[in-house]
């Protein structure tokens, strides 16, 4: 792909209470935008049941920042982990040539 051409954007309409908002994002990422909002507008009335609205959305985001915080140390926790694995796979091979 040429990197001097732009990606194609799409529109994505996020809602929150009364406002609503049409964000222009980048095509491939559409479904990531649609699928995080669903994710969020779930975890907003979960919090409404006990806490007045704006609370609700910051719980949300909380939320949704500490999930983002435990797969980013999973996957860090992979990466190490097959990395690990790699070099008892070089040095398994090393010994049997």
Known sequence: MDKNRPEPQKSVFIK???????????ASQESFYKE???TFIKKVEHHRKTHFPEEAVALAAID???ALQK??????????A?????????????EAL
């Not at 797969?71 to 190490?80: H, P």
């Open 16 to 26: 929150i209470f009364d406002k609503g908002f049409n964000l222009s994002v980048p």
């Open 64 to 66: 949704c920042i500490v």
């Open 71 to 80: 797969s980013q140390n999973n996957l860090r926790d992979m990466i190490a």
């Open 36 to 38: 995080g909002y669903d």
């Open 82 to 94: 097959l990395e690990i694995q790699m070099d008892d796979l070089d040095a398994t091979l090393l």
